[in-house]
């Protein structure tokens, strides 16, 4: 089956810039993650989807981030003004419905933000 | 506050040796336990998970230990190969944290892992 696809691969930006990513997750999965990886550390999870509903985003900067999912399926993060500690990669994920279902992840974006 | 902490930043093994990666975790409600692994400029890949009712799982070279009294776990690879070398990242869930963090994984920050020729 194919993996989560996301896009862009890389973006350069400059600060107070706007920049969108978008993700499509395996076919069927019912839940997708997105995460942002600071460099030198692990995965952080901005926002959770069950289907196209929003179950999770305690960590999501709320005053400059969002993100929604269209339908179901496909997802779109979107920062807007950028800052310079948005430098990240930001990987989706997605999983089947069950509490072990193993996430699957998707090649991330990485986001430079001059 | 660091829920789940890998404490080596890195490991250097040599080709057929064991690879021994150790994580520890805080929070006592997290029930399972994965480790991933990351090559450069890619999405982490899925590599073996615990149930906190096992002490062990086997996956051909890859074996995970779990101590739930002193929260740790450990990851050991057997042999080691050069394509081992990668970045490994332990991550922890919990099946009792409400419907809100279902299935939520919080990640430690990651081990380099060099296996040598």
């Known amino acids: 089956e194919a993996g989560v696809a996301q896009s862009p691969r890389y973006k350069i930006i400059e600060k107070r810039q706007s920049v969108a990513f978008w993700c499509n997750p395996i076919s069927g999965h019912a839940t997708l993650y997105w995460y942002q990886q600071i460099l030198g550390q692990g995965p952080k999870l901005l926002i959770q989807f069950q289907n196209n509903g929003v179950v999770d985003d305690s960590q999501l900067p709320k005053d400059r981030f969002s993100a929604e999912r269209l339908k179901g399926v496909d997802s779109t993060l979107k920062i807007q003004p950028a800052k310079l500690e948005d430098s990240a990669v930001y990987l989706c994920a997605s999983r089947r419905q069950g509490f072990q279902e193993t996430q699957y992840f998707g090649p991330g974006t990485r986001l430079l933000v001059l | 506050d660091q829920q789940v902490k890998q404490n080596s930043p890195s490991l250097s093994v040599q080709e057929g040796r064991i690879s021994i990666l150790n994580c520890d975790y805080t929070n006592s409600m997290f029930d399972y336990f994965l480790w991933y692994k990351k090559y450069p400029a890619e999405g982490p890949t899925f590599l073996i998970s615990?149930?906190?009712?096992?002490d062990k799982n086997e996956d051909g070279r890859f074996t995970v230990f779990l101590n739930k009294s002193a929260k740790h776990l450990s990851l050991h690879i057997v042999p080691s190969q050069p394509g081992d070398s990668a970045v490994y990242f332990c991550a922890a869930s919990s099946s009792n944290a409400g419907g809100t963090s279902y299935g939520k994984l919080t990640f430690g920050q990651g081990t380099i892992l060099t296996v040598h020729p």
């Open positions: 615990i149930s906190s009712i096992k």
